[in-house]
């Protein structure tokens, strides 16, 4: 059983920063590919970013280039630096983490853990 905790989300203006963390226990970390998802109100859960247990990255296209995604596996976490902020970037942010994906890391149904969620609010 893995547990996740998301930290860093907030408040900032349109075209700030914000660094979103997630911390991991249960589980052996190493092995688990890990995505960041978003989910805006009367909207559905979407994709934003994942990293592989291996490090390949993967990222939607509308945070291409503004965001990045990172983990450290001495440290159990799992990190999202985004840049550029805009207003439609405004959601709940939760991180997920899965050991045995059959395919692409996109879809948010076969994740078997998630974190609570971290609200981030950019204000226009």
């Known amino acids: 059983q893995v547990q996740l905790v998301e930290s860093g989300g907030g408040l900032v203006q349109a075209g700030g920063s914000l660094r979103l963390s997630c911390a991991a226990s249960g589980g052996t970390f190493s092995i688990y590919n890990l995505g960041w998802f978003r989910q805006a109100p009367g909207k559905e859960r979407e994709f934003v970013a994942a990293i592989r247990w291996n490090q390949l990255t993967y990222y939607a296209d509308s945070v291409k280039g503004r965001f990045t995604i990172s983990r450290d596996n001495r440290k159990n976490t799992v990190s999202l630096q985004m840049n550029s902020l805009k207003s439609e970037d405004t959601a709940v942010y939760y991180c997920?983490?899965?050991?045995?994906?059959?395919?692409?890391?996109?879809?948010?149904?076969?994740?078997?853990?998630w974190g609570q969620g971290t609200q981030v609010t950019v204000s226009s």
């Open positions: 997920a983490a899965i050991a045995r994906p059959s395919g692409g890391l996109e879809n948010p149904v076969p994740y078997d853990y």
